[in-house]
T-cell receptor
Framework: AQTVTQSQPEMSVQEAETVTLSCTYDTSESDYYLFWYKQPPSRQMILVIRQEAYKQQNATENRFSVNFQKAAKSFSLKISDSQLGDAAMYFCAYRTPLNQAGTALIFGKGTTLSVSS | DTGVSQDPRHKITKRGQNVTFRCDPISEHNRLYWYRQTLGQGPEFLTYFQNEAQLEKSRLLSDRFSAERPKGSFSTLEIQRTEQGDSAMYLC???????????FGQGTRLTVV
């Protein structure tokens, strides 16, 4: 069974600085999707960034980028120029390819990011 | 369209009572998922629908839990004979078949006292 591990329960960063959140996963599949979701306190979970395993190029979305190391099964999230609004719980998630059964997301336990001014 | 909508946002119930939650997905999305999230943990998959068909159920979904999506639009999740261990946030998500991205609702927070 696939698993997702986030080894950093809490992280902190100062405004304008850069922070990296770690995620490792375990799977025997060669094709899959990886995601980072953000869950602000008492608000809904929103997608930050996604990566298709067959793509070698790391995904980027504005200040958010990933370091996808397929052989190492590692998928870290880098947040540049951190802002107060980035404070949230961040979840790493895995899902199987779209043409397979079991399309649910498998989540890690999350990393709480705090941002100080 | 305002995204995935869940109702109620909060529910407090006494142990042993039945509760029902509703999820309205994004209108054109044919896939709908239910997850459970306990404090400080990541969401855990409960069940998944493609249109009106319930295609997958997690072992977490005990026989006290039942989910329906009668017309392939909104879905309901019912918990019978609630227990204190059922206290959690229940999240609904929807997606388009062929699209990896799932959109989440704000969740229903259940407290069993």
């Amino acid at each position: 069974a696939q698993t997702v591990t986030q080894s950093q329960p809490e992280m902190s960063v100062q405004e304008a600085e850069t922070v990296t959140l770690s995620c490792t996963y375990d799977t025997s599949e060669s094709d899959y999707y990886l995601f980072w979701y953000k869950q602000p306190p008492s608000r809904q979970m929103i997608l930050v960034i996604r990566q298709e395993a067959y793509k070698q190029q790391n995904a980027t979305e504005n200040r958010f980028s990933v370091n996808f190391q397929k052989a190492a099964k590692s998928f870290s999230l880098k947040i540049s120029d951190s802002q107060l609004g980035d404070a949230a719980m961040y979840f790493c998630a895995y899902r199987t390819p779209l043409n397979q059964a079991g399309t649910a997301l498998i989540f890690g336990k999350g990393t709480t990011l705090s941002v100080s001014s | 369209d305002t995204g995935v909508s869940q109702d109620p946002r909060h529910k407090i119930t006494k142990r042993g009572q039945n509760v029902t939650f509703r999820c309205d997905p994004i209108s054109e999305h044919n896939r709908l998922y239910w997850y459970r999230q306990t404090l400080g943990q990541g969401p855990e998959f409960l069940t998944y629908f493609q249109n009106e068909a319930q295609l997958e159920k997690s072992r977490l979904l005990s026989d006290r839990f039942s989910a329906e999506r009668p017309k392939g639009s909104f879905s309901t999740l019912e918990i019978q004979r609630t227990e204190q261990g059922d206290s959690a946030m229940y999240l609904c998500a929807s997606s388009l078949q062929g699209n990896a991205e799932a959109f989440f609702g704000q969740g229903t927070r259940l407290t069993v006292v």
